[in-house]
């Protein structure tokens, strides 16, 4: 018989104290907050208002030297409210933490670009609901793939960068009403020869059949006919079985197309050169030609000529916005690559 129950209260951990929803959108309170930012705080805030959530080793491969510090910074930023997290229920092991943007870094990054909280379009609620998204595994991945490009970007011994990169919710601002891809990258390498790629990516979870993800290259053609600018697909499958599936349906969408150059496909699969720990840059890639099939697989930027009727990225066309108009509303997209450490430390 149990006599001594111990008390509900003391089965809860600790919890950090942090403001009230209503403090961390004053004036006074956001004024405040801005002393202790670092640009590297702010660039996270930017970061998780574009591309919604963000895990702990994401953050740290990011931005961070190691994973302590990055605990450290975070849990601080989290009971000033700038950011929020939440952890998944996974039936085997812990899942990492996945933070969003709260309420205090919403209202500091609309009064850092002059508007207001309402512009931003963003609910406290909708952010941190999508713990619950049946999609957040696919957004997990997806954003997984563009960090291992910023962690590659960091790199001293590297000669490529990652200076574009698009959300999934951006993108359909701009070509939602043609076609919908998981998200949009431009990447630049220096040497021996200077090369700029940009494309789109289908980030793909083997939920759908092949013929699905077939059927996406029409709206990819339809696309480029429209703005004149055509821009290659990457189509990551998590095993190379499915890889060899997907590339079977694609082949025969391809081949239904009025002007199959249209759509440039590269795919590759996450347990290919699993050694790289899944670097996108590396020889992975396997651009989908049928008439002249390549023996080897493509880095990244190798990718320029495997279309040799693309024409070379300027100015006037690594930027999509310019040919479907500037519909983008609120903050611009930040820069993928995190800024330097600050020169002073900021106040607790």
């Not at 970061?47 to 450290?72: D, K």
């Not at 099939?293 to 990244?300: A, G, S």
């Amino acid at each position: 018989m149990i006599t001594n129950p111990t008390p509900q209260r003391s089965l809860r951990g600790h919890q950090p104290q942090r403001p009230s929803q209503r403090t961390a959108v004053t004036s006074g309170y956001v004024a405040q907050l801005a002393t202790r930012m670092t640009e590297r705080d702010r660039w996270l805030a930017r970061v998780l208002y574009e591309h919604r959530v963000l895990t702990t080793h994401q953050i740290v491969e990011m931005a961070w030297p190691s994973v302590r510090a990055a605990n450290m910074r975070l849990l601080r930023l989290y009971r000033w409210r700038l950011i929020d997290r939440f952890q998944p229920f996974v039936t085997y092991g812990t899942a990492p933490m996945h933070y969003v943007l709260d309420l205090a870094g919403a209202s500091l990054l609309a009064r850092e670009d002059g508007l207001d909280l309402r512009d931003l379009d963003y609910q406290h609620d909708r952010a941190i609901g999508v713990a619950y998204s049946l999609h957040l595994a696919h957004t997990v991945g997806t954003n997984g793939f563009f960090s291992a490009l910023v962690a590659h970007s960091r790199r001293p011994d590297t000669s490529g960068r990652l200076t574009t990169w698009w959300s999934e919710t951006r993108c359909a601002r701009h070509f939602g009403d043609i076609v919908r891809p998981d998200a949009y990258g431009l990447w630049h390498e220096h040497s021996p020869v200077p090369t700029a790629f940009e494309w789109f990516l289908e980030f793909d979870f083997g939920t759908e059949r092949p013929d699905r993800v077939g059927r996406k290259l029409a709206g990819y053609a339809k696309l480029a006919a429209t703005t004149g600018i055509i821009t290659p697909v990457l189509i990551w499958v998590p095993t190379a079985r499915r890889e060899a599936r997907v590339r079977q349906a694609l082949a025969a969408a391809l081949a239904d197309l009025d002007d199959p150059s249209l759509v440039p496909v590269a795919t590759s699969s996450a347990d290919f050169l699993s050694g790289h720990d899944n670097d996108p840059t590396a020889a992975r890639w396997q651009p989908l030609d049928v008439r002249q099939p390549l023996t080897r697989r493509l880095r990244l930027a190798e990718l320029t000529h495997a279309w040799p009727h693309l024409p070379p990225l300027n100015s006037s066309s690594s930027d999509p916005a310019q040919a479907s108009g500037d519909v983008t509303s609120g903050p611009l997209p930040p820069s993928p690559v995190p800024p330097g450490p600050s020169d002073r430390r900021p106040q607790r």
